[in-house]
């Protein structure tokens, strides 16, 4: 495992993205202190205030993977960041730890941690993938368009430095990416901790508000859920907000 460290940069995914991939050693972590124009999912702003947070970007080669698989990875991604914060000693309740669908962790019903996946294909199957990550570690305090932010440090009063961290959490990716790739699929234990499995709430569906239940998500990573008036539907990231 290697991490490149970089003072600042406008995005470490975006950093990547410009890369020579197939040239990237597998696992290389591209680190930056500060990013300046943090790139979040739907096109929004990560916003982390300099040297409080980890952000970083992996590169992997999960040519293991087929294309239409690539929510594997997002699962085990999410997985290892569970992993993670449930080892954190200082977070009294780990049951509280949840992922919000696709891949945003939670805790207490707060966000701590987003994620960034984007691959390239050859042929039928991935020939990289850039993993960016977002956890708040010491931030205590968030612009107040940041929807719902939380972060170990508000979560425990304490301070921690990073690169323990980093490399904690790098060691936590590693086990999960390995057992994805011996074949283990990460599906019923994602489940296990996906925030309102099993349990009505209200969402913004497209233009409607419904009350659903999530029942699972489809291979590709969809959105299954079922409306309090027996409606079956499957959902992409656009389609559907939790209220
Ligand atoms: C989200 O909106 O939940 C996804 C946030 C992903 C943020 C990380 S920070 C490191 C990497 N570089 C970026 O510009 N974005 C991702």
Avoid at 20 to 32: H, K, M, N, P, S
Avoid at 47 to 56: H, I
Avoid at 90 to 115: Q, Y
Avoid at 215 to 233: A, E, F, M, Q
Wanted: glycine share 6%.
């Amino acid at each position: 495992m290697r991490i490149v460290r970089f003072d600042s940069l406008e995005s470490t995914n975006k950093y990547c993205e410009a890369l020579d991939l197939a040239e990237v050693e597998d696992f290389t972590c591209y680190w930056a202190l500060e990013q300046t124009a943090g790139i979040g999912q739907r096109g929004n702003v990560w916003a982390s205030a300099s040297r409080e947070n980890l952000t970083f970007s992996l590169v992997l080669h999960p040519t293991f993977l087929p294309a239409d698989r690539q929510f594997k990875l997002t699962e085990a991604l999410s997985l290892a960041l569970v992993d993670v914060l449930k080892d954190f000693k200082d977070l009294k309740d780990p049951k509280d730890l949840k992922v919000k669908w696709p891949n945003d962790i939670h805790v207490d019903g707060k966000k701590i941690c987003g994620t960034l996946v984007s691959t390239r294909l050859s042929g039928n199957a991935i020939s990289s993938a850039v993993c960016g990550i977002g956890l708040n570690v010491n931030q205590t305090s968030f612009p107040d368009w940041v929807p719902n932010p939380t972060s170990l440090s508000l979560l425990t009063g304490r301070e921690y430095e990073l690169e323990p961290l980093l490399r904690q959490l790098l060691a936590c990716i590693e086990r999960r990416y390995n057992e994805l790739k011996a074949g283990l699929d990460p599906e019923p234990e994602y489940l296990e901790h996906l925030l309102n499995l099993g349990l009505p709430a209200r969402y913004r569906y497209n233009e409607e508000e419904i009350e659903a239940t999530i029942t699972g998500v489809d291979p590709h990573g969809r959105l299954l859920l079922t409306t309090s008036d027996g409606r079956r539907i499957s959902c992409g990231m656009k389609e559907i907000t939790l209220l």
